[in-house]
């Protein structure tokens, strides 16, 4: 909390929000590598997602100075991004924007439970590293919530949106993995099935980061304990 209202707590979060920015850059044109007929399309979503995220790069001071602008500018950049994903889709599951509780949508109906499964990683990771859950930087409007994970989950969402796509691009999604509810779908057990297989595969993948290679599921582990250690040197560098 001390940490949160300093210049090293500000550009924490904004790195968070710039790491999310320049994920869902990287995959957007990582999907225009392999969909060349759709390339001028993606690229003006591309250009349309920089620009609005050149605004994080402006700011200055403490979180909560630029709270409001953070957030308006990663909706912003949020609603491209999802219209750019919206128009990658085969036609019959095509979609308008995000949609939570329900989800209005098949494809936001994965998305959210994807979401589901990287919020319990984040937040173990957080109590495995000694990072609170409920004190975050960002997301701290709602008493009682659980603003560290919502902050860092942005640096993962990518990988659920990477599943999902990678579902409908393969074709493995049918309209039978869902049930109607009211305003909405929700994905029934077969779903569920498909989406967990996929994402537990991806998940189990090595990558190569921070120097090493590191299967992705244990990165975000790696990553609590960096910041843990982050913020305790900051801490002991304000206390000496």
């Not at 929000?17 to 995959?27: E, G, M, P, R, W």
């Not at 979503?45 to 620009?51: R, T």
């Not at 004190?135 to 994970?149: A, P, R």
């Amino acid at each position: 909390m001390e940490i949160a209202e300093t210049d090293e707590g500000f550009n924490l979060a904004l790195d968070w929000v710039k790491t999310k920015f320049a994920n869902q850059l990287d995959l957007l044109k990582r999907l225009r590598q392999t969909r060349p007929h759709k390339s001028a399309e993606i690229t003006s979503y591309i250009d349309k997602i920089d620009n609005a995220g050149k605004g994080l790069h402006c700011l200055s001071g403490t979180i909560s100075d630029n709270r409001g602008s953070i957030m308006g500018i990663e909706g912003s950049g949020g609603r491209i991004y999802f219209e750019a994903l919206s128009s990658l889709m085969p036609g019959r599951f095509q979609f308008k924007g995000r949609s939570r509780n329900p989800a209005r949508d098949e494809f936001n109906a994965l998305l959210n439970y994807s979401y589901g499964v990287l919020y319990s990683r984040v937040e173990k990771a957080c109590i495995v590293a000694g990072l609170d859950p409920y004190v975050g930087f960002i997301h701290t409007d709602h008493y009682n919530k659980k603003s560290m994970v919502f902050d860092l989950i942005e640096n993962y969402r990518i990988w659920g949106d990477e599943t999902v796509v990678n579902l409908f691009a393969a074709r493995k999604v049918k309209v039978e993995h869902f049930d109607a509810i009211p305003n909405g779908f929700t994905l029934n057990k077969d779903g569920k099935a498909v989406l967990l297989a996929a994402f537990n595969d991806f998940l189990d993948e090595s990558i190569r980061y921070g120097g090493r290679n590191i299967k992705r599921e244990n990165i975000i582990q790696f990553d609590c304990h960096r910041i843990a250690n982050q913020l305790i040197g900051n801490q002991d560098e304000a206390g000496g």
